[in-house]
């Protein structure tokens, strides 16, 4: 008896537990499903998703552009680069144009402001700062409404580039590709820039204290001196509350990390031509010592050929940033250099700016390093052509050797100067004659701590 029960509640739970199923199957929102999450954890446990391009490792780098107004480009992860092209009607360019409007107006107060109370060496930084940023902000609204012809470019160098010859070899050999050697460096960068922005923010913070004891100020708030005592152009005509103080603070930071990004783009696009080099750089290394036929040294010369044409064309298309950053990038080294000799009026400024220079001088040598990596890559095939044995010597193994022996494929800054590992000593053996200048001819700026007038 109890069996027959025991088989009949088994039978009423099966018959519900179906029941369930179909009803949870016949889903009230038929366009509605659930995410596939076998498949992504099937993608984080095989190989990575990249396929190479730099089209798809250099997303990540426009999209912190993008947070700071710079390259207003849309689709910028779409898998199909015919797909990411410059929009006109679009939030990324209304925010774009936003900002040029609002950082024209703050940049004109400021510079009106300096010349007004007269230029010294640290009023002149300041203002060379904000033209600066903004013209360069203005550079990569153009580069953004062309950025599909740079696409195009890397594309047709990348036809080649990606073959099986080379991919399967580019993962045996190296442990990362690419898109993540562009992000490490990237990602390392920023997070620098981050705690720079920080300490900015903590060292103001505490000079505020400084100037409101000497000052003796009782009549306004802490924070309203603050606001007042960083950005005296605007707040003159506009009253502090949070609206307004946000907006300042969203110009500043875009102001700010323009002139980090800059470094960081050249890096970009200079290690995407560097990794091609290094590519048949590899290709030429696995095969050392074995005979190939005329069309293997045929198939190689085309390949190089076609990067030294992607290589010249970011010569041209982007040599003027190389050439504004190497400017800008000298000049505030040497004028941080000048006013690390004055006395700060609290700790934590000095470690600000000590910390500041420090970044600059890093983000400047990896720059140059990794530009000028361009040329030292397209020079490395030449002790292997040059170490063929001469039976097997051909004409296009001969006309490789000469273009590889040329050296002529390297980005440099509109043809005044060349990005080659000589272009770092000799920059710094000019700053040492400016610095020298400088502490010679120019006198130091006053304190700004001790300066008790509002505007």
């Given amino acids: 008896m109890s069996l027959s029960v025991d088989m009949k509640l088994l039978t009423l739970t099966s018959r519900r537990a179906a029941t369930a199923v179909a009803i949870a199957n016949e889903s009230f929102f038929p366009n509605f499903h659930l995410p596939q999450w076998s498949k992504w954890l099937g993608r984080l446990k095989g190989k990575s998703t990249f396929d190479g391009s730099f089209h798809q490792a250099v997303a990540p780098v426009l999209f912190v552009g993008q947070c700071f107004t710079l390259m207003p480009v849309v689709e910028i992860f779409s898998r199909n680069p015919r797909n990411t092209r410059f929009k006109l009607l679009s939030v990324r360019f209304a925010y774009t144009a936003i900002y040029l409007i609002a950082a ?16 010294n060496v640290s009023s002149f930084a300041d203002m060379f700062y904000l033209m600066f940023n903004y013209i360069i902000t203005v550079l990569f609204l153009l580069i953004a409404i062309h950025w599909q012809k740079v696409l195009k470019e890397f594309a047709n160098c990348e036809r080649l580039m990606l073959k099986d010859a080379y991919t399967k070899l580019t993962e045996r050999v190296t442990r990362f590709n690419l898109a993540w050697r562009i992000r490490m460096v990237i990602a390392g960068i920023m997070v620098l820039a981050f705690f720079e922005d920080f300490l900015n923010f903590y060292s103001a913070y505490q000079d505020n204290y400084v100037q409101m004891d000497y000052c003796n100020r009782t009549e306004i708030s802490f924070w309203e001196n603050f606001y007042i005592r960083d950005h005296p152009q605007v707040f003159q005509y506009v009253p502090v509350n949070i609206g307004s103080i946000l907006f300042v603070e969203w110009i500043n930071r875009c102001l700010r990390y323009t002139w980090t990004y800059l470094d960081l783009f050249i890096i970009s696009f200079s290690y995407a031509a560097q990794f091609r080099y290094t590519q048949i750089y590899q290709r030429l290394v696995s095969v050392e010592g074995t005979h190939y036929p005329t069309t293997f ?27 504004l950053s190497c400017a800008n990038d000298m000049y505030f080294i040497a004028t941080q250099l000048f006013n690390g000799f004055q006395r700060r009026p609290a700790f934590m400024t ?3 700016f000590w910390y500041s220079l420090a970044l600059l001088i890093f983000r400047t040598l990896c720059m140059l390093y990794i530009g000028s990596g361009v040329h030292v890559a397209s020079m490395s095939p030449l002790n292997i052509l040059r170490n063929v044995p001469s039976k097997y010597w051909g004409l296009d193994l001969q006309r490789l050797t000469d273009d590889v022996a040329s050296g002529e494929n390297t980005l440099s800054g509109k043809k005044f100067f060349y990005l080659k590992r000589q272009i770092i000593l000799a920059m710094a053996g000019t700053l040492v004659t400016y610095e020298l200048v400088l502490m010679d001819q120019v006198k130091q700026a006053p304190d700004p701590t001790t300066d008790c007038s509002f505007y």
Avoid: K, N, P
């Fill in 297 to 323: 040294w045929r198939e190689i010369r085309t390949d190089y050929v076609a990067v030294s044409q992607l290589v010249a064309f970011l010569d041209e298309q982007f040599g003027h940033l190389i050439l």
């Fill in 104 to 119: 024209g107006f703050y940049s004109i107060l400021a510079c009106r402001r300096f010349i007004l109370r007269g230029l």
């Fill in 350 to 352: 000095m470690v600000y």
